[in-house]
């Protein structure tokens, strides 16, 4: 039986972006609840993370992946028809593929709201902004 998260990503890299990472993480979790465990694949991945806080959004990513595989199990005969469904083996850059059917599910391998940066922090505030009282809460003078 064939490898399908060794087949889709492989374990030929060197350094992973953010991104990149998260896909693999949610990949890793997918594979997982499918009977396909990379235990080493994993510690690898996590060891790329600089901060707990990154540490703990990869994690995310992973028990995404498995939960979506097994709320979507039930859906598909074969485990590879599980993984084609919710993992998205394609380039990471440019955006997810628009879905034809119009229901409110993310695109397959799209990483999820969950995990991604929070948009705060992106954000080009002076240090004195991220202090202040927002402004509905300041008196009028």
Avoid at 12 to 25: I, N, P
Wanted: charged fraction near 40%; charge should be negative.
């Amino acid at each position: 039986m064939s490898e399908m998260y060794e087949e889709a990503f492989g374990f030929d890299w060197e350094r992973l972006s953010e991104e990149q990472a998260l896909k693999r993480m949610y990949a890793l979790g997918v594979a997982a609840v499918l009977g396909e465990r990379h235990p080493d694949e994993y510690k690898r991945i996590m060891r790329q993370a600089s901060t707990a806080y990154r540490r703990s959004v990869l994690e995310l990513s992973f028990k995404e992946g498995q939960q979506r595989a097994k709320n979507n199990r039930r859906e598909f005969e074969e485990r590879q028809a599980v993984w084609d469904a919710l993992v998205d083996t394609g380039p990471v850059a440019g955006p997810p593929s628009a879905r034809d059917d119009a229901d409110d599910r993310r695109p397959k391998g799209s990483v999820p709201d969950a995990v991604t940066r929070a948009r705060l922090l992106e954000y080009g505030f002076d240090d004195l902004e991220r202090i202040r009282l927002p402004e509905l809460l300041q008196r009028d003078d």
